[in-house]
Structure formats: structure tokens, C-alpha cells
């Protein structure tokens, strides 16, 4: 299992980035998907989840109505829009594969991705 996260940067708040995890070594389209996010000196915190079709998605009440999860299971991809990003954003994103309710419970994680929103 593999799990390669991109599009991390450093932005303005208010402004906008698109991550990207290309997933690889097990059937993708098979699998719900998560991102997680590790602000500096805190813990991680789960963010969003996506189930195996994409029809249905998951939110964190800190991100919901920002971010928006998607998937294309033909590009073995999940993607994560961030909007109106504000500092507190900032973190490490991970992409995980699962969708489940501890995050004990998640077993494969990408490298991460860094993100970063200042003025």
C-alpha cells in the first residue's frame, strides 16, 4: 500500500489549495478514504472521509462547508479542495486509507503534505 499526498503550499488566508493522494498497491476504488491533518504541537485530527463511490461524504465540523473530498477511482486518486482557508488550517495533511471512527483504527497513511495559510 502505497499513499503519495501533493498540492501542499503555503497560501493567504481566504485563499485556496488542492491536495492530492495517488493511492497504489491495493484495489482503490474497493476502499473508503480519509484525510487527517496535524497542526503543530497538537494531535491529529480526522478532517474528512469519503465512501468507495464518492456519492457519500464526511466532515469535520472545523472544515465543513470549506473543504470538499473527492475521488476518482479510474485515476486511483483522492483529492481534498480547501476554500476560505484561514490560519488554523495549518498542518500536515495526510491521506489514510478507511473511513473509520478512531483513528487507532487506520492502519495505512500517506507522508503527508504541508500546508500552510499566513499573511
Known amino acids: 500500500v502505497q499513499l503519495v499526498e501533493s498540492g501542499g503550499g503555503m497560501v493567504q488566508p481566504g485563499g485556496s489549495l488542492r491536495l492530492s493522494c495517488a493511492a497504489s498497491g491495493f484495489t482503490f476504488s474497493s476502499y473508503d478514504m480519509s484525510w487527517a491533518r496535524q497542526a503543530p504541537g497538537k494531535g491529529t485530527e480526522w478532517v474528512s472521509g469519503?465512501?468507495?463511490?464518492?456519492?457519500?461524504?464526511y466532515y469535520a465540523d472545523s472544515v465543513k462547508g470549506r473543504f470538499t473530498i473527492s475521488r476518482n477511482n479510474a485515476e486511483n486518486t483522492l483529492y481534498l479542495q480547501m476554500n476560505s482557508l484561514k490560519p488554523e488550517d495549518t498542518a500536515v495533511y495526510y491521506c489514510?486509507?478507511?473511513?473509520?471512527?478512531?483513528?487507532?483504527?487506520?492502519?495505512?497513511w500517506g507522508q503527508g503534505t504541508q500546508v500552510t495559510v499566513s499573511s
Open positions: 469519503i465512501n468507495t463511490g464518492g456519492g457519500t461524504t
Open positions: 489514510a486509507r478507511g473511513y473509520y471512527s478512531s483513528l487507532r483504527d487506520y492502519n495505512y
